[in-house]
């Protein structure tokens, strides 16, 4: 790691499975890192044993990887922050940040989501409430966490619209099996984190309802082209769509046996519900919350967005799956492009 990027501890906030991860590339890279837990259980766990007892428990986490369930002992001294919690709190993890981290310690927003009240991306929160828009970055990718803690070769993109700290955090989380991109297109990199979510639960309803891979292609596919409509109409880049924020994570999450968005849609269309779904994974599935509040992003762009409007109809408002696939396949004829 050059001297620019050196990093003397690093805070991740959010002790589940992608924050674990994310917690084992730095302190493989030898670097200190401490994991903000809730639970007193999971931080007790890590330090005395090296293991999280919730998420990802199957794997040994690096010695550098301390935990602590107090956020100003977790940020205390670090010269990175991760935020790595569920996009229905950031504002509240922002809010809770505010007179313990200085305005230019880089903070890396790995959370996919947008605010339901607001409409807001996690960029914008946390510009709001902390300042200093150009140190804040977003990491996003087809990166299950599954297979990232155990080193299979991965790849994502951290956005910026500043270049050194794209930059610094990019060598901050290379490895030799992490392999990571910079951009400047930080509405277009978290748009599509946010939108592939919801994407990935109308695959998971597919298959849920028997169809094929067929029917899980033309997903993808016109999930693709209504991302990239609300990508360019919201000022984001239309190529970030077909790199690894976009493409890349909305074929791995809509394919993938880790994805529990995929899961989600699956088992609603086997009859569970939400509450079944969190009961039993004790995981947030941020796709159920996008679709939602992706509506306030698709009025303000006057774009379509048919796909998601399915989903969310059949989660939230009790629309029967199949009623909703027939509606999507009756709209009207026109060119692809």
Not at 23 to 40: F, V
Not at 56 to 65: A, F, G, K, Q, R
Not at 100 to 124: F, M, R
Not at 215 to 236: C, F, K, P
Request: hydrophobic content about 40%; glycine content about 8%.
């Amino acid at each position: 790691m050059s001297e620019e990027a050196e990093i003397k501890k690093a805070a991740i906030i959010g002790a589940g499975s992608w924050g674990t991860a994310i917690a084992q590339i730095l302190g493989s890279k030898g670097i200190p890192t401490c994991i903000l837990a809730r639970r007193t259980e999971v931080s007790d766990s890590i330090n005395s044993r090296h293991i999280n007892p919730r998420y990802l428990s199957d794997v040994t986490l690096s010695s550098n990887i301390s935990s602590t369930c107090d956020i100003t002992e977790c940020v205390s001294d670090a010269s990175m922050i991760c935020i790595v919690t569920p996009s229905l709190i950031l504002r509240k993890t922002a809010q809770r940040l505010t007179g313990l981290v200085s305005n230019d310690i880089p903070l890396i927003l790995c959370s996919k989501g947008i605010e339901a009240e607001t409409g807001n991306l996690g960029s914008e929160i946390f510009s709001q409430v902390l300042g200093n828009r150009d140190r804040i970055a977003v990491l996003s990718g087809p990166t299950h966490a599954e297979e990232v803690i155990k080193f299979i070769p991965s790849a994502a993109v951290i956005a910026s619209t500043s270049d050194h700290v794209a930059r610094r955090a990019q060598e901050l989380f290379a490895s030799p099996t992490f392999r990571t991109y910079t951009s400047d297109d930080v509405v277009g990199v978290e748009l599509c984190g946010a939108c592939k979510n919801i994407m990935a639960i109308a695959t998971g309803m597919a298959y849920g309802m028997g169809f094929g891979d067929n029917t899980a292609a033309m997903i993808i596919t016109r999930g693709l082209a209504e991302m990239s409509r609300l990508v360019m109409a919201l000022g984001g880049k239309r190529i970030t769509c077909m790199g690894l924020a976009g493409l890349g994570d909305l074929v791995v999450t809509c394919q993938s046996e880790h994805s529990r968005n995929r899961r989600l849609g699956f088992e609603i269309a086997q009859g569970k519900t939400l509450d079944d779904f969190h009961r039993e994974t004790h995981m947030v599935a941020e796709g159920a919350l996008a679709c939602k509040t992706i509506q306030t992003l698709a009025r303000k762009g006057n774009v379509e967005i048919p796909i998601a409007d399915m989903v969310r109809a059949v989660l939230w408002e009790h629309a029967d799956p199949h009623a909703a696939e027939k509606a999507l396949l009756a709209r009207p004829l026109k060119p692809e492009f």
